[in-house]
């Protein structure tokens, strides 16, 4: 049993080679970008931003093969079982102000901690915004992480440097299951020689320039939308415009994830700047968007219906085949993850905040994963000839995934077919989009 909760455990590296397996399970596509930007010769505290609850603290494990420790809101660990769980899965408790004088105190023990962890060589993952929301959007930055950077810089920052690391995480959609996922690390800012630029007179001071800086950082590894009453029609003005053109951004098939960001960041700019040239006119499209929205969403259509289509009706009719053909491994699927997606379901609607229903459901995966492999395995192997028992197994282990997958084709292929349908929204999506260029 380890001491430290940056050294080496057996147990828990094997048990993250299960939770990454299972974190990739949970997207049908992921993406690691910006590698190339993390020193090798500091102390690494990343700072993504905090858009989809513990989904995030999992994808930036999953994307480095080695350690990190995290921190996570303190009040998690009230629970003593909880608090040794987390504490043995490397996430240290972060008192938040809203948490009463009294309990900041006892982040000094914490940094304390940090410190240590970044002077032995281990990465320390801390989000800013200290609470996620679904948005891409950013707010405003707690203290944490630039008290525990300026910490570690004050005793080991002439030995070597400090690096504070900006990641951006985007999700393809942040409450449907099997989405997607790009974690973007960003240029370093270098702790020990941006402090010795500032003409400051104590730490407390460092705090607010390294704020901005880092705020502005992550603005640009991101789809950045302002967070103004405006965000929900700018989003999904986004998102029609990116999806008329399949080579776009949102959405858009066979393009990396990054570069399908790029071109979401170049739309996002764009609104902002037609919403700056032209107020008037951009505020009747963002009101017709939001008439589009509430009526595409009452007829229960997918945005992604309105892409592009050579052939509309030859295309529902494909779709329908390949819903055919996978029907039989769907119904293999459904019976061999019955316990896994009943659990899942079961939970997930008991569930309040939606963004953390991602989050339930790799749980259930992880766990049932961990109990149903055994016991099928011995089923299997007692039951069938072994080479049919390998089979099946093989079978099984992604159903989990497809059945959710198969579900959300159907999703789309009903949705292209009420599309068809309804003449008058179709209308209306091309009606907005060229409105909107044509400003």
């Known amino acids: 049993m380890r001491e430290k909760i940056y050294e080496k455990d057996f147990s828990y590296t094997l048990l993250k080679y299960i939770v990454d397996a299972c974190i990739r399970a949970s997207y049908h596509k992921e993406e690691v970008h910006g ?53 043995y899965i490397r996430i240290l408790p972060m008192v938040r102000q809203r948490d009463g004088l009294r309990n900041v105190l006892k982040n000094k023990d914490t940094q304390e901690t940090i410190v240590e962890t970044l002077e032995h060589g281990v990465r320390f993952c801390m989000f800013p915004e ?59 800012i270098n702790v020990t020689e941006f402090v010795k630029g500032l003409d400051v007179e104590n730490d407390v001071q460092m705090i607010e320039p390294l704020r901005k800086e880092l705020s502005e950082r992550i603005k640009e590894l991101i789809t950045y939308i302002p967070d103004d009453e405006q965000y929900d029609q700018k989003w999904a003005l986004l998102k029609m415009v990116a999806i008329r053109d399949e080579r776009r951004g949102y959405g858009c098939r066979g393009r990396k994830l990054y570069d399908g960001m790029l071109k979401n960041r170049e739309i996002a700019a764009d609104i902002e700047a037609k919403l700056q040239a032209e107020p008037e006119k951009m505020a009747e499209i963002l009101e017709e968007v939001k008439e589009f929205e509430r ?20 295309n529902a009719i494909c779709k329908g085949l390949a ?20 659990a899942s379901e079961v939970i997930r609607k008991k569930v309040r905040d939606a963004a953390f229903r991602n989050t339930v459901s790799f749980g259930v995966k992880l766990a049932m994963s961990i109990i149903l492999t055994p016991i099928y395995a011995a089923l299997a192997f007692c039951l ?22 198969y579900l959300e084709g159907c999703r789309r292929w009903i949705s292209d077919i009420k599309l068809l349908g309804n003449k008058k929204l179709w209308k209306k999506f091309k009606g907005i989009v060229k409105d909107y260029k044509n400003l």
């Open 323 to 342: 819903a055919i053909v996978g029907l039989p491994y769907f119904i293999f699927s459904a019976i061999a993850s019955l316990p896994m997606w009943v």
């Open 35 to 87: 590698e190339e930007n993390i020193p090798t010769d500091g102390a690494l505290l990343l700072t993504p931003n905090h858009c989809n609850t513990l989904m995030d603290a999992l994808v930036m494990l999953n994307a480095y093969s080695g350690t990190t420790v995290f921190g996570a809101r303190a009040d998690i660990f009230n629970n003593k079982f909880i608090g040794k769980l987390m504490t």
């Open 384 to 405: 069938a000839p072994w080479w049919l028992a390998i089979a099946l197994l093989l079978l099984w282990y992604p159903s989990y995934g497809y059945f959710y997958d």
């Open 130 to 188: 200290g609470k996620h929301r679904t948005k891409h959007s950013l707010q405003v930055f707690g203290k944490g992480a630039f008290r525990a950077a300026i910490a570690a810089n004050n005793k080991f920052g002439n030995d070597r440097p400090v690096y504070i690391i900006p990641v951006g995480i985007e999700y393809g959609d942040y409450f449907r299951y099997r989405s997607t996922h790009l974690v973007n690390y960003g240029k370093p």
């Open 295 to 314: 009526r595409r969403k009452a007829s229960g259509i997918s945005i992604y219906a309105f892409r592009k289509k050579k052939n509309p009706f030859l």
